[in-house]
């Protein structure tokens, strides 16, 4: 299994950006999976995002983004994006999408919940 997030670079606050995550060895197709994006900056926990479960299609996102910030997941590409609007310097970190498997509604937002994690990919918005 094999997860390469990408699309990450330099913006302005207000600006948007798109991230994507291929998934290789699984696909999204499988209703026992759940994508997540979690992000992280340098000498801070890593902040919950977004995810989607696949059974119900559920999704939940993390307080700072919500309203800004939409993940779906392209089953014919096996990819999970992310779409990110109305960027602020707070958004500046580096993003990692990651899978699990069999997750209740409650564990979605927790990073000990997901198995496959790939590298991260860096957004830094300027102000």
């Known amino acids: 299994v094999q997860l390469q997030a990408f699309g990450g670079g330099l913006v302005q606050a207000g600006d948007s950006l798109r991230l994507s995550c291929a998934a290789s060895?699984?696909?999204?197709?499988?209703?026992?999976?759940?994508m997540s994006w979690f992000r992280q900056v340098p000498g801070k926990e890593r902040e919950f995002v977004a995810a989607?479960?696949?059974?119900?299609?559920?999704?939940k996102y993390g307080d700072s983004v919500k309203g800004r910030f939409a993940i779906s997941r392209d089953n014919a590409k096996n990819t999970v994006n992310l779409q990110m609007n109305s960027l602020n310097p707070e958004d500046t970190a580096v993003y990692y999408c990651?899978?699990?498997?069999?997750?209740?509604?409650?564990?979605?937002?927790?990073?000990?919940?997901?198995?496959?994690w790939g590298q991260g990919t860096l957004v830094t918005v300027s102000s």
């Open positions: 990651a899978a699990g498997w069999r997750l209740i509604l409650s564990s979605m937002k927790t990073d000990q919940a997901y198995d496959t």
């Open positions: 060895g699984i696909t999204l197709r499988d209703r026992d999976l759940t």
């Open positions: 989607i479960r696949g059974r119900d299609n559920n999704i």
